[in-house]
């Protein structure tokens, strides 16, 4: 019994139930247990087998007398049948006692062969052997025989000069310690335990070592021949001439022992840095590089670096040519993978790589949609923000692709490629953006006053939409919750609608918010569309100049022409105590000035600038780096707001924008000239003057507004000949991506969230022990260690230097969202109290002039802070 160490496991096993509950009705389905029978021994226990007959099994319990008692009896009945198969023919005998068969839980009445193995072997064989002998055990591969022969040899082999050498007995495991690290080196030659060691290498891998050679050399053919079977194993026959007749591992149960091995010498974060040193020597002395692979081939191999980066070269000239899904997808899936996690810049290039292809997707499907456009203006408005898969998408996937671009620092010889495909993409976005704007602009036309509308203004100008406009935005939102509820009213400068769009995405997971469409009023500029969000303006606003070139906005007689005179104006109209404060003033969290103000106001103006003086500096670099920071900026004061008590947040925007690549010369088109009263990029407002071919002409009553003037704006992406302005950014048009503006009434929870959070123990491993360079990453690990599983939070990585953020997250392994940096953690499936683990890279974006800076986790939701990281060396310099 004692040299049986699974039996000796099933026999404990059987005897705990026995001695917990008396009576065990054991079934045996597949009768892996027949063999062993007679070699189970349960102290003053009696053991019946089923032999054909139920009725003479329960004739042998009652002679015995087994169940005269008023207790169960100490009695384990045996039945080498599936449990169905029985017919109930037990069910009193059951009831009695307890069940024990494969899949019977709990897992202590579990038999399963597989499983009884596992537990058994575990501590003998160690965790990678048993895995394997537990999948074999499942397939039929192993029998009960079988399994304590393995644990005899698992033995044996830990009681050898090896497991004294290396502490384990696990041939793997010496393997692994050995490759990794010279440190055994000394100690094997002392025990002359070099030739075993050799053996062991012969026996599991096939490699055949010639004698008396140095065990450095041991280890450098060791690892050429290991890494080269795995290499060779993935190209599947597909060998490059000038490593045919290295050796390598021939036989399949060899090769499948280095593949194992590599992977798990990948695998383990503690020695992964052993392997990264041998595979770029190995790759080096080889000239993997050089290799002429079949991309299709090299999709799984993971082995050497250079075969992942002749993979992404491959992919971004295949996207140049042609785009499809299997690109995107397979750019996405190589976001977790090895080498992705050791060199940050690996990842960040295919995030960048699959984010070009969205563009490019998003936009051949928009392009096509678009050849047959919708026959209205509300079906127009429909498809570009408000169908499943809306137009907008575009617009967001290009913010994206841009940030990224402009986050991305490639190295020698990297950005040629890469560099074209942005400009590819560019060219795609910007034709497809003036395509549905010429479009939208036809439907505009077609649905004004020329064509019969009879929805009349009381000043005579024609409705053009069913739509929202943004001048009933403050009547229908904000004004019927005044005087029953605490509202905040949030003016952001510039919020495009596909932001507002991802803004509710984000914020849905935790607030009952409602997204609408509304049309910005025109021109699309902030004079006009931020007036056009006080009560009290729709039918009554009438757009005039004021002096410098301006317009404003007059309402009953009032100008409005800046935040001065509309605070002014809301104040006066609002009919309850306002309090005006800016989206800084609430970050990271307000002051008591600031909160005492909020606290005894009935409704409150929140407004925020930071999108529209961000673009308007004209550094675009900065723009597109920071733009999607603003979001989150956004979803934290309102977080905020509704811990101050705010019961409705109404957020909406002034206008959109255009933010495309700076604009070449046939983009450009001459200005109406006449009588003007504004002019920048992407409008003229004024009267007389030319008409062209080149832009749409329209007077402001055909578009809802009052006054006299008309206005003009280019027929696509284009922009009029004027001086000034940004190179890029642009608004005051009537494109979609200007016109179309988000209205989000958003209800926060009625019980304030406390902020607390899953019980999870954190480990963050850095990719490196030094800030090196401009991209730096890390692993997040968790483990439950509450009694119910936790959804795992969504969570920020940032690195700090005297409490400042200095990065910014680019891309993670999985989970990463576009719009904030956020990553979204999952489950382990394997392990369900586990995290899965996660690769995050964060881009530093500012110079640290400290010698060390600290790495935060924090829940993206709260900024509370969950785990951090101390002392990471700053060896940069930027």
């Not at 690549?661 to 006449?674: A, F, I, N, R, Y």
Request: aromatic residues 6%.
């Amino acid at each position: 019994m004692n040299t049986k160490v699974v039996t000796e496991y099933l026999n404990k096993m059987i005897a705990k139930q026995v001695e917990e509950f008396g009576l065990v009705v054991w079934y045996d389905p597949e009768k892996v247990y027949a063999e062993v029978l007679d070699e189970l021994d349960f102290p003053d226990t009696t053991v019946l087998c089923y032999d054909g007959s139920f009725i003479k099994l329960r004739r042998e319990i009652d002679r015995r007398k087994l169940l005269d008692g008023e207790e169960p009896p100490h009695l384990v009945i045996y039945v080498p049948l599936a449990h169905e198969e029985t017919h109930y023919a037990l069910i009193e005998l059951e009831a009695a006692g307890v069940i024990m068969q494969p899949g019977q839980q709990p897992v202590s009445r579990n038999t399963r062969l597989s499983l009884v193995a596992r537990n058994a072997l575990q501590d003998i064989l160690g965790e990678e052997t048993v895995i394997q002998v537990e999948k074999q055990t499942e397939a039929g591969k192993l029998s009960l025989t079988d399994l304590n022969a393995l644990a005899k040899k698992g033995r044996g082999i830990s009681e050898g000069i090896l497991a004294l050498v290396f502490g384990t007995g696990n041939p793997q495991e010496i393997t692994l310690l050995f490759l990794a690290s010279d440190r055994f080196d000394e100690n094997v030659i002392r025990k002359n335990a070099q030739g075993d060691l050799e053996k062991l290498f012969s026996s599991e891998y096939g490699i055949e070592i010639p004698p008396n050679i140095s065990i450095v050399d041991v280890r450098r053919r060791l690892t050429r021949y290991i890494l080269l079977s795995d290499f060779m194993a993935g190209l599947a026959g597909h060998l490059p001439d000038s490593i045919s007749s290295i050796p390598v591992a021939v036989s399949s149960s060899h090769v499948d022992a280095c593949v194992k091995i590599a992977c798990d010498w990948r695998r383990r974060r503690d020695i992964r840095d052993s392997y990264v040193t041998a595979a770029h020597r190995v790759e080096r002395d080889l000239g993997i590089c050089d290799f002429e692979l079949d991309p299709k081939v090299i999709e799984d191999i993971e082995t050497f670096s250079a075969v992942e980066k002749a993979l992404l070269v491959h992919t971004e000239k295949r996207l140049l040519v042609e785009t499809d899904n299997a690109i995107l997808n397979l750019a996405e899936s190589r976001l977790s993978r090895f080498w992705c996690d050791v060199e940050p810049n690996l990842q960040a290039r295919w995030a960048l790589v699959a984010s070009i292809a969205l563009v490019l997707l998003e936009a051949d499907r928009v392009q096509k949609e678009a050849k047959t456009p919708p026959t209205s203006l509300n079906d127009m408005i429909s498809a570009y923000a408000d169908e499943p898969a809306p137009w907008c998408r575009i617009d967001t996937c290009h913010r994206h692709m841009e940030s990224r671009w402009h986050n991305f620092e490639p190295t020698d010889g990297e950005c040629d490629t890469i560099e074209k495909l942005v400009v590819k993409a560019r060219q795609h976005y910007a034709e497809t953006g003036s395509q549905v704007t010429r479009c939208f602009l036809e439907r505009l036309l077609e649905g004004g006053p020329a064509k019969g509308m009879n929805n009349i203004l009381p000043d005579g100008g024609a409705l053009v939409t069913s739509f929202l406009y943004q001048t009933q935005i403050f009547d229908k939102f904000i004004k019927p919750a005044l005087n029953r509820e605490k509202v905040a009213y949030v003016w952001v400068d510039a919020l495009r609608f596909e932001m507002g769009r991802e803004l509710t995405r984000l914020m849905r997971e935790d607030l009952d918010i409602d997204l609408h469409i509304a049309l910005a009023a025109t021109p699309t500029v902030t004079e006009i569309g931020m007036a056009a969000l006080l009560p009290g303006v729709h039918g009554k606003a009438r757009v005039i100049s004021v002096s410098g070139g301006k317009l404003a906005l007059e309402i009953n007689g009032t100008t409005v022409k800046d935040r001065k005179d509309r605070v002014a104006f809301l104040r006066r109209y609002a009919g309850v105590e306002v309090s005006v404060v800016k989206l800084d003033d609430l970050l990271p969290k307000p002051n008591k000035r600031i909160r005492e103000s909020i606290e005894n106001a009935q409704f409150i103006l929140v407004t925020s600038q930071e999108i529209d003086e961000l673009c308007e500096r004209d550094n675009i670099t900065q723009a597109r780096r920071q733009m999607d920071g603003i979001l989150n900026d956004l979803r934290r004061g309102v977080r905020i707001l509704s811990d101050l008590g705010i019961q409705r947040i109404v957020m909406t925007a002034d206008h959109g924008y255009l933010f495309g690549e700076e604009l070449s010369e046939d983009m450009k088109v001459e200005v109406p000239g006449g009588e003007t009263a504004e002019l920048n990029r992407r409008v003229w407002v004024g009267r007389g003057g030319s008409a062209s071919d080149a832009f749409v002409r329209v007077p402001l009553k055909a578009l809802g507004m009052l006054g006299d003037f008309d206005v003009a704006t280019p027929w696509t992406f284009g922009a009029f000949k004027c001086k000034g302005g940004s190179r890029a950014y642009f608004h005051g048009g009537l494109s979609p991506q200007e016109l179309i503006v988000p209205v989000m009434t958003i209800i926060p929870p009625k019980k304030k969230d406390a902020g607390t959070l899953p019980g999870i123990d954190w480990t963050l491993t850095p990719g490196s022990r030094k800030l090196s360079t401009r991209f730096f990453s890390v692993q997040i690990d968790g483990v439950n260690r509450g009694l119910f599983e936790n959804s795992p939070p969504r969570v920020r990585v940032e690195l700090r230097a005297k409490g400042k953020t200095m990065s910014q997250a680019v891309s993670a392994s999985y989970g990463f969202d576009e719009a904030t940096g956020d990553v979204v953690l999952r489950k382990d499936e394997a392990d369900r109290r586990k995290i899965a683990p996660n690769t995050v890279t964060l881009m530093v974006h500012e110079d640290p002039a400290q010698k060390y800076v600290s790495l935060f986790l924090l829940d993206a939701a709260t900024g509370i802070e969950l785990s951090r990281l101390e002392n990471i060396e700053v060896a940069i310099s930027m």
